[in-house]
Nanobody, 117 residues
Framework: QVQLAESGGGLVQAGGSLNLSCAAS????????MGWYRQHPGKQRELVAT???????IYADSVKGRFTISRDYAKNTVYLQMNSLKPEDTAVYYC???????????WGQGTQVTVSS
């Protein structure tokens, strides 16, 4: 099954930037959707940004204009450039991939992003 390896989380001051990356491996069916979700303590996981083979990127309203998702199809890697970070962006960020045709859902282990005020 698809394995997702995330990197790039950490601690940053408000107004700072971080870049997350997620590399997919062990791919049998190509990946359609690939993106990022986050989970605040005690809350449900929510969409941050996602890309698809067919269609434009989708962003949560709370990150529009600050975060940019990009994807390297040759490397099966998705990136999330996070600028102008706010304390409310503090969460565990999870990489997500959905395979084409089979629509199977895969998750990374999560990476902590902490923004201090």
């Amino acid at each position: 099954q698809v394995q997702l390896a995330e990197s790039g989380g950490g601690l940053v001051q408000a107004g700072g930037s971080l870049n997350l990356s997620c590399a997919a491996s062990n791919i049998i069916f190509r990946i359609n959707h690939m993106g990022w979700y986050r989970q605040h303590p005690g809350k449900q996981r929510e969409l941050v940004a996602t890309t698809a083979l067919r269609g434009s990127a989708i962003y949560a309203d709370s990150v529009k204009g600050r975060f940019t998702i990009s994807r390297d199809y040759a490397k099966n890697t998705v990136y999330l450039q996070m600028n102008s970070l706010k304390p409310e962006d503090t969460a565990v960020y999870y990489c997500n991939a959905v395979t084409d045709f089979t629509n199977r859902d895969y998750w990374g282990q999560g990476t902590q992003v902490t923004v201090s005020s």
